[in-house]
């Protein structure tokens, strides 16, 4: 049970924990339309979370749910997102050709709208913050390892290839990245199906 899982499409290996508690709970590929025309994949990602801090939840909020239950419960998913759970999402990259405008260009997109979803208001200086944080100098070639890690309250902890680039403590920005991933529309549905049938199963045993 302790082996790492391959993302079939793009042979990409994530290993089965990071850290002392981070389980590895499921793989995806983010794609991404350009041109209106071609899909390329961007990165596959890993999806871990700190099996503790999930049974702690359970056992707070939603002991008497079922394990057949838990895994559908609309409310239950939102507190995997909201609550105070280490979180990794780890990314290897496959496109080869990213460059940082594109990668702030997508991020103002996909976590642009999530910050609108959940933090109602016009949310454009926030985002120019963080986007501003993403230096040109940066380089991430094609298996480059970036770590968007969720520490405990709510800070949002970025790395390169192991070197911690920026730390921004927001709890609206854990909450949109992560909704990227385990919210209703997903970049990879599989991934976030996974995810939650093994959150469900390590929280009963
Ligand atoms: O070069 O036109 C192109 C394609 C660029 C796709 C960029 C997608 C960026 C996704 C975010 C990556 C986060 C590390
Ligand atoms: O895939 O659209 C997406 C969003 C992924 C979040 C990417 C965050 C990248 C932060 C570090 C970039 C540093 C160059
Ligand atoms: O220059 O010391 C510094 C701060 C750099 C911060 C870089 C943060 C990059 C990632 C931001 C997180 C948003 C997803």
Redesign the pocket.
Known sequence: SESAVVEPKTGFSFPATIGDSRRLLGVGL?K?R?LGLKN?D??AFGMYADCDDVKKLVGEKYAKLPASELRGNTSFIDDLMEADIKMTIR?Q?V?G???IR??R???QD?VGNRLKKFGGLDNDELLQSFTSLFKDEYK?PRSST?DLTQEPGHVLNVSIEGNQVGSVKSKLLCRSILDLYIGEEPFDKNAREDFLDNVASLAVV
């Open positions: 983010r991404k350009v390329i961007v990165y990314l990259i496109y050709k990213l460059n594109s990668v260009s997508a991020f996909s991430i970036i």
